[in-house]
């Protein structure tokens, strides 16, 4: 853990880097230790300070998550993103695996959607000892 030389090239601590990018100071430290973002350098205090690559990475990671990527799959494109690392054949090969997910899931909702309309349209609101709603939430 070296101690910044130059405190203009990193320069925002990790509250101020959690409001620019939208990624909680928890997460943040959670993060640096699955080892997604690298440990940022420290003052000679051992202050953490955080630079423009961090905030990228870490905003890059919010993304990725919001998108519903895996901190796996996450890992891996920041791996790929480093240059002579990857190709563009590995991030679609990672996006393409994860686009089919997101496939499954909205089939799987669509599925979803169906029996609840289902349910809700049987569903008279009186007070009624068989509730449809509750029947098929029942359903084994």
């Keep these: 853990m070296a101690a ?5 090239a990193h320069s925002l601590s990790i509250g101020e880097v959690s ?4 990624v909680n100071i928890e997460t943040i430290r959670y993060y640096e230790r699955v080892k997604v973002l690298p440990p940022p350098p420290r ?12 905030k990228r ?19 891996a494109l920041l791996g790929l993103d480093e240059p002579g690392k990857g ?15 997101v496939r499954s899931k909205i089939a799987d909702l669509r599925r979803l959607e ?15 000892p068989v509730c449809p709603v509750l029947d098929i939430l029942d359903r084994q």
Excluded: M
């Design 4 to 8: 910044i030389t130059n405190p203009r």
């Design 19 to 22: 409001r620019r990018t939208g």
């Design 43 to 54: 003052t000679r205090g051992g202050r953490r300070v955080y630079g423009r690559e961090e």
């Design 57 to 75: 990475v870490l905003t890059f990671i919010r993304r990725g998550r919001e998108l519903g990527f895996s901190l796996e799959e996450i890992r």
């Design 87 to 101: 190709s563009c054949a590995e991030v679609k090969e990672i996006a393409s695996a994860h686009l089919a997910s």
């Design 114 to 128: 169906g029996v609840l309309a289902e349910a809700v349209a049987q569903c008279t609101g009186d007070r009624a």
